[in-house]
């Protein structure tokens, strides 16, 4: 396995196949890469499938273990189950959508290979879905949802962001996922460092703080140390349902226990989601260029908070006098 000067081996990729997106959601980092308006037709700059399963073949040499599909929206792309079918079979899939594309199609992904999917739902209430995503696909992403997980792409993780406009939906989206077979959910920290507006922050120490209240116990998750709530369980420790949360703002154990490298949709390979000063091209190299593009980036990937960004004596954070200026060492 690859590894980088902190310990971090390289255990997953996570790979933006498209930064188009038929919802405008008000928080969205686009993973990094800057806004989702624009044609939603396919666009030359996209890595063909081709570029995708030479870079996953070479994954599988270093054994690299989990393939993440993401975007913009992954589902624009018509030939997902391609890519999927094509990803070697020691790399398990899945999928973070916003759900819309999944009747109707989430039986083929489960053909081609997917185990399972994350659908983003911030709400359980239509008029405060279309505030936050800007559309009108509620009834949609209920289905799309249902329709995951009659086909077993289970778990089904709910995304939801934490944010002003959702902070009080939190309790009732912790029922529901209790009260549902199949259904987990992600409590997901927003994250101001690429979407911009801190003031629509909350204190993710105040959810935690309730979820532990909630829970029958918790455990912490080996990928970023993350915390899990097991709520509503019987006697036996049976039923209820597990959330998780995501919370990497400002957090440097998060940051240590971070095992992946991202790719987006143009064939870059990017060491952290924070960060587009790392950027490696990759798209149309042969195998052995990728195979040194990705020793590099790993070679160069840096824990965000921590290392790369440092306490500012204000209880602010500042970036690492050491990395200033630094030209990111080739290639
Ligand atoms: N800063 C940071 N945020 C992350 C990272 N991983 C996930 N997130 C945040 O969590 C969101 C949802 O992640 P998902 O794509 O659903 O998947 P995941 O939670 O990483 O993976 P699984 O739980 O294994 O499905 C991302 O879009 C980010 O906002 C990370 O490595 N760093
Ligand atoms: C960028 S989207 C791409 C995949 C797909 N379109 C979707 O919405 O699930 C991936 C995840 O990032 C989350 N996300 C986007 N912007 C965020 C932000 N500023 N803070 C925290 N999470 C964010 C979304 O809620 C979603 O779950
Ligand atoms: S659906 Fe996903 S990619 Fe599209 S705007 Fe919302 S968070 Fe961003
Ligand atoms: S180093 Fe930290 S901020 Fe960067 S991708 Fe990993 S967990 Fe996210």
Known sequence: MLEDEFGRGLRGVRISLTDRCNFDCVYCHNEGLGDTRGPLEPQDDEMSADDVVRFLEVCEEFGVEKAKFTGGEPMLREDLEEIIERTPDSIETSLTTNGTFLPGRAEGLVEAGLSRVNVSQDALDPEAFREVTKSNGYDDVIEGVLAAVDA????????????????????????????????????????????????????????????????????????????????????????????????????????????????????????????????????????????????????????????????????????????????????
């Open 152 to 331: 077993g792409l289970t778990p089904v993780k709910l995304n939801m962001v934490v944010f002003e406009h959702t902070a009080g939906y939190v309790p009732e989206m912790v029922e529901h996922v209790a009260e549902n077979d199949g259904l987990q959910l992600q409590l997901i920290e927003y994250m101001p460092e690429l979407a911009g507006r801190p003031e629509w922050a909350v204190e993710i120490d105040r959810v935690h703080g309730w979820l532990e209240e909630q829970a029958d116990r918790v455990e912490r998750r080996e990928m970023h140390g993350r915390r899990r709530y097991y709520v509503g369980e019987d006697e036996h420790g049976e039923g209820g349902g597990m959330v998780e949360v995501v919370d990497p703002v400002g957090n440097p154990d998060f940051c240590a226990n971070c095992e992946r490298v991202r790719v987006t949709h143009q064939g870059f390979l990017k060491g952290c989601l924070n960060r587009n000063d790392d950027l490696r091209p990759m798209g149309k190299m042969t195998k052995p260029e990728i195979r040194e593009a990705l020793r590099a980036t790993v070679a160069n990937r840096v824990p965000y908070y921590g290392e790369y960004m440092v306490r500012d004596g204000d209880g602010g954070w500042k970036v690492n006098e050491k990395y200033l200026g630094t030209p990111l060492a080739s290639d």
